[in-house]
């Protein structure tokens, strides 16, 4: 987004988005507003909930580049979900709480009433089953990591006999690549480490896996190669918010707006990119062909 004052479109954004809150909660929103003990009181719902108690609890993920970063020596987070938390916290006028979860946690959080919110997390048919899910914060797309040498553009052009693929064992990476690259020759390695050692030493042509975890072992180790994301057919998974199930979809549903707007000015592509470059990964780096 190009803009003389960066100030002015940032309040022009709350100020949308608070419309948006505003509409989506009806009159149960504008109770809480005008009473906040009174809504406290009587919160059926999340989003109420939230704002009576001024706090937003999210699972933050140790370790989980690009999405989550702690600094030791001050116990600060950063990154892409976080820049994301703080945003709607800011907007709601609440404070962060966190709670540090892993991704299959994360929906366990969320049944037991720990979080009000999980980020980064894929809405399998499994998981809808139980929590809800937000508007797509973005397609996370697949491809290869391709050694110097190698040119690839499309899956079929790494489906042949003659390309070496390395992917870990029972992992989406191996389902994408024996599914879209079927005559490749294929191995299967115990652990994402395994396949990286594979590619360093040269003994595979390519590694089948998504966009974030190839450019940030690029990013670590340039020799390994470049990413591509292939294309014909396009292949991605939907990375979303989750929320806890509950019959009122407020809350759900003011983060698909926020989702949507966010995505629609360019902001959570810049976000994302800024998480990214926690790991190395240069802005340059990032394909143009990411749709986010």
């Known amino acids: 987004m190009i803009t003389s004052d ?18 989506g909660s009806g009159a149960a929103l504008a109770s809480a507003l005008a009473s906040p003990a009174s809504a406290q009181a009587s919160a059926d719902n999340t989003l109420d909930r939230i704002r009576a108690t001024k706090v937003l609890r999210i699972a933050v993920l140790p370790g989980e580049l690009p999405y989550f970063n702690k600094d030791l020596a001050t116990g ?5 979900s976080i820049e994301m938390a703080n945003d709607i916290a800011k907007l709601l006028d609440v404070k962060l709480e966190y709670t540090e979860s892993t991704y299959g946690n994360s929906i366990l959080d969320l049944q037991s009433n720990k979080i009000d919110l999980g980020f980064a997390l894929n809405p399998t048919p499994q998981r809808a089953l139980v929590v809800d899910f ?17 040119e690839a553009k499309t899956w079929a052009d790494i489906s042949k006999p003659e390309v070496r693929i390395a992917v870990d064992v029972g992992s989406a990476n191996e389902a994408v690549a024996r599914r879209f690259a079927p005559n490749a ?4 390695m115990k652990s994402r480490d395994e396949v990286m050692l594979e590619m360093s030493a040269g003994r595979v042509d390519c590694v089948v896996n998504a966009l974030v975890l190839g450019l940030t072992a690029i990013a ?8 591509k994301i292939l294309q014909s057919p396009s292949v991605a998974i939907p990375s979303s918010m989750a929320v806890r199930r509950e019959p009122d979809k407020h809350w759900r549903d003011f983060l698909s707006v926020w989702v949507d707007y ?8 810049e976000w994302f990119v800024k998480g990214l470059a926690l790991s190395g990964v240069k802005p340059e780096d990032v394909p143009v062909e990411l749709s986010i």
Do not use: C
Request: net charge positive; hydrophobic share 35%.
């Open 185 to 188: 020759t294929i191995k299967s």
């Open 220 to 227: 670590k180790n340039p020799n390994l190669g470049t990413y």
């Open 262 to 269: 966010n995505r629609g000015i360019g902001q959570m592509r």
């Open 134 to 150: 937000s508007a797509t914060v973005f397609p996370h797309p697949f491809g290869a990591m391709l050694r110097k040498g190698i």
């Open 76 to 80: 600060t987070w950063s990154g892409f």
């Open 6 to 23: 960066d100030s002015k479109v940032s309040e022009d954004r709350r100020d949308a988005l608070r419309y948006a809150l505003a509409i």
